[in-house]
């Protein structure tokens, strides 16, 4: 069965870093593309950027650029997303979510990560 | 960068048809892709490459894609289809590439 699972919710101050992550099980976690997606409260999906695991090839958009770094370590199966400080506008849903080919659909999601950022 | 347009609302009656644009210039030449997201959980594609279905996505759920609109059709409407609706599509240009969601469309279901 595949399956992303993602870290728990997390609660941060302003100024402060966090990573959260992203496990891929049930298929070759280094061959597909995964993507982190934000929901700010009662708000709609946004795209942040993709990574390919097996080389680490990024692609982030352009709304995103420079705020946030994705990783990933194909030895653990896992994708990363992190600020180095955080705002209180980074208060947000994030979804990581398996592409089913490059410039594909979504086919598997993760459950969601809440960040909560207090001022 | 790319901008794809949703209607904010639709509402339907149970048994009838909802169909839900999605506007973007020539989206025609592009795939889209549609999401259902209900309250509290993760998005679930319900259409990819313009019409086609997943599997275990009932056939009351259509697509098409032509011109400037890609258009989600729910037939038969349940109130079970009540939920928030995504299209997406991969952007790419000669100095660009990556996703757009569009702005999402929330289906009420009276």
């Known amino acids: 069965e595949i399956q992303l699972v993602q870290s728990g919710a997390e609660v941060k101050k302003s100024g402060e870093s966090l990573k959260i992550s992203c496990q891929g099980s049930?298929?070759?976690?280094?061959?597909?593309?995964v993507g982190w997606v934000r929901q700010m409260p009662g708000k709609g999906l946004e795209w942040m950027g993709i990574i390919y695991p097996d080389d680490s090839d990024v692609i982030y958009s352009p709304s995103f650029q420079g705020q946030v770094t994705i990783s990933a370590d194909k030895s653990v199966s896992t994708a990363y997303l992190q600020w180095s400080s955080l705002k209180a506008s980074d208060t947000a849903m994030y979804f990581c979510a398996r592409m089913y080919g490059s410039g594909s659909y979504s086919d598997y999601w993760g459950q969601g990560t809440l960040v909560t950022v207090s001022s | 960068s790319y901008v794809l347009s949703q209607p904010p609302s639709v509402s339907v009656a149970p048994g009838k048809t909802a169909r839900i644009t999605c506007g973007g210039n020539y989206i025609g030449g592009k795939s889209v892709h549609w999401y259902q997201q209900k309250p509290g959980q993760a998005p679930v594609v319900v259409i990819y490459y313009d019409t086609d279905r997943p599997l275990g996505i009932p056939e009351r759920f259509s697509g098409s894609n032509s011109g400037n609109t890609a258009t989600l059709t729910i037939s038969r409407v349940e109130v079970g289809d009540e939920a928030d609706y995504y299209c997406q599509v991969w952007d790419r240009t000669s100095d660009h590439r990556g996703y757009v969601f569009g702005t999402g469309t929330t289906v009420t279901v009276l």
């Open positions: 049930g298929y070759s976690f280094a061959t597909y593309w």
